[in-house]
């Protein structure tokens, strides 16, 4: 039995799995098993949205600063040049600009970010200096731990202590509703 086969079963029973607790839950609100009606719900409900959307998200806003410190660290002087060479290889015009334009986003992006200002917005646009990086020295810790945080922070949002989350009043505005 080859490696690849046992990594494939094991993602196979992996993503079975989420689908099983998935189908199960919404099973149990079905049947009448779970009411999502019911205070107990609501109370489990809002504990788990303070602890996911509320305390977490400055942590992986705390990480990313840090991540993204030690990835434009590892590339200076800024743009690195691993950049540069990326982006020349794939035939990119002025591809130092380019790269150095990533860098800026990058370190602006992730200051203000670490501050709340736009989070889920500037996560977004941080897909690019992070992907370049991947791209140039491959998936590290620093790296894929930026991507990770961009990503959490995108899905739940800034969290406590942001500054400036203006996009959050578009997020939880139900389009239609009155």
């Known amino acids: 039995m080859h490696l690849h086969h046992v990594a494939a079963v094991h993602d196979e029973y992996r993503i079975a799995r989420a689908s099983g ?7 149990f ?35 990313l600063v840090i991540a993204m410190a030690v990835v434009l660290r590892a590339g200076w002087p800024l743009p690195p040049a691993g950049w540069r060479e990326l982006l020349a290889g794939w035939g ?41 990086d ?3 020295r491959g998936l590290r810790w620093d790296n894929g731990l930026a991507l990770v945080a961009t990503i959490f922070i995108q899905l739940l949002g800034p969290g406590r202590f942001a500054l400036w989350p203006a996009e959050e009043r578009f997020m939880f505005r139900r389009l239609g509703g009155r």
Do not use: E, H, K, T
């Open 21 to 27: 607790v998935g189908f199960r839950g919404d099973w």
């Open 29 to 63: 609100g079905v049947s009448g098993a779970l009411n999502p009606d019911g205070p107990g719900f609501g109370r489990a409900q809002s504990a788990v949205y303070r602890l996911f959307g509320v305390w977490l998200p400055p942590l992986w806003r705390l990480l």
């Open 92 to 132: 990119v015009p002025a591809a130092g600009v380019v790269a150095g334009l990533a860098a800026a986003l990058a370190v602006v992006g992730g200051a203000l970010v670490g501050l709340g200002v736009l989070p889920r917005l500037l996560s977004v646009a941080l897909a690019v200096p992070i992907g370049f």
């Open 134 to 136: 991947i791209a140039a």
